[in-house]
């Protein structure tokens, strides 16, 4: 083997290298770059769940039913975080009961709420809802204009992210 040869494939290998460890690197790409916010994980500290997008999917849902899209409400959506905050810490979903009352004493009416676990992505979430009647129940309730949802991560626990989806009047 001559010394160019050797050089060429020297280079060549570390090429072949450095794509190999672009392909298993740890890094997540920022969210931004991941595509659509329905398919970013949310299994990470950091992760974010893009609101407007779970609302918007649902106002389409809704409308391809004939329904109303539901207009995000501070009140329900802090009631939202709260509640999936308490559920990672727990460890487990919540009794959908508590949080329906919590929300009828701050003034919603018919509050329905949506409480899950183990779903990664937005999109995951909203299709077990949407196969479930009792949950599809809730993203179709007829009366509902209002709606908060949010979400948590529990690296430790059993289901990893937890999902809370309020509606009401």
Sequence with gaps: MTLLSAGIRLIALAGLAG???????????????????????????????DTGSARDMIAAYRRNKGLPALALDPGLQRLAETESAAMAAADRPSQADIVKTVAARMGFDDPKA????????????????????????????PDATRMGIATAYAPGSKYKVYWTLLVAK
């Design 19 to 49: 794509l190999v460890s672009a392909c298993v690197s740890s890094e997540r790409p920022r969210q931004s770059a991941a595509g659509p916010s329905l398919y970013w994980p949310m299994t990470a500290t950091s992760a974010q769940l």
């Design 114 to 141: 949506n409480l899950s676990a183990g779903y990664h992505t937005l999109a995951e979430a909203f299709s077990g809802w949407r196969d479930s009647p009792a949950h599809n129940a809730v993203l179709l309730s």
